[in-house]
């Protein structure tokens, strides 16, 4: 398995509801970073978290960080067709390129 | 303030010719990364630079590609005589270095199609 791996693979919900991605990685980080990516688009930067931080907010987004079980969650409350996208965690360790994960595939249905 | 800039943002190559994708990083931003995406897959680190400096290319191929970032213009990533297995997405972003913690810019990619 890789650095930074997401779960689930995909993932299909109703509006309104919650979505909540896993990421696990290997190594040891300086933090850690969600990406949204829009199909055949760009990556939009979606919140990063330091690794000496454990929670994070921003709108509607909560990101959790565990290093000592090398996992992060992303959680997207009240959900809109919108949202309907890839999501990725990357890495940031040593040296200072991103590992990134296979993504989870979040569909929203209105 | 203009955010990262690739183009071409749809390239169609034969097989054997040459493809060039540019990167206009960030303005003031002097750390340019190549990352590049297979269909259905996440994004795979190819080569860090920073002006004039290739820093780290170890994700890159050991033939056909490389990449340069010059005192002036774009940085460049070239590949010579593309094969079919080259289509894929070719991301850049930019950051403005220093501290690990950094966040990187990431552009719209290129949409490389080899035929």
């Known amino acids: 398995s890789q650095q930074g791996e997401e779960d689930p693979q995909a993932l299909s919900i109703q509006e309104g509801e919650n979505a909540t991605m896993n990421c696990s990685y290997k190594t040891s980080i300086n933090n850690l970073q969600w990406y949204r990516q829009n199909s055949g688009r760009g990556l939009v930067h979606l919140i990063l978290?330091?690794?000496?931080?454990r929670e994070k907010h921003s709108g509607r987004l909560r990101v959790t960080l565990d290093t000592s079980k090398k996992s992060s969650s992303l959680l997207i409350t009240a959900s809109r067709a919108a949202d309907t996208a890839s999501y990725f965690c990357?890495?940031?360790?040593?040296?200072?390129?991103?590992?990134f994960g296979e993504g989870t595939q979040l569909t929203v249905n209105p | 303030n203009a955010g990262v800039m690739q183009n071409p943002r749809h390239l169609v190559r034969r097989r054997g010719q040459e493809a060039r994708l540019r990167c206009s990083p960030m303005?003031?931003?002097?750390?340019v990364y190549w990352y590049r995406q297979l269909p259905e897959e996440g994004l795979k680190f190819m080569v860090y630079?920073?002006?004039?400096?290739?820093?780290?290319e170890s994700g890159m191929p050991k033939e056909r590609f490389s990449a340069e970032f010059p005192k002036e213009g774009p940085s460049i990533l070239r590949i010579q005589q593309v094969v079919r297995g080259d289509s894929a997405a070719y991301f850049c972003a930019s950051s403005g270095g220093g501290a690990s913690y950094n966040e990187q810019f990431f552009g719209p990619g290129t949409r490389l199609t080899v035929l």
């Open positions: 990357a890495t940031y360790g040593s040296g200072s390129r991103l590992t």
């Open positions: 978290i330091r690794s000496n931080e």
């Open positions: 630079l920073q002006k004039e400096n290739i820093i780290d």
């Open positions: 303005k003031g931003h002097s750390h």
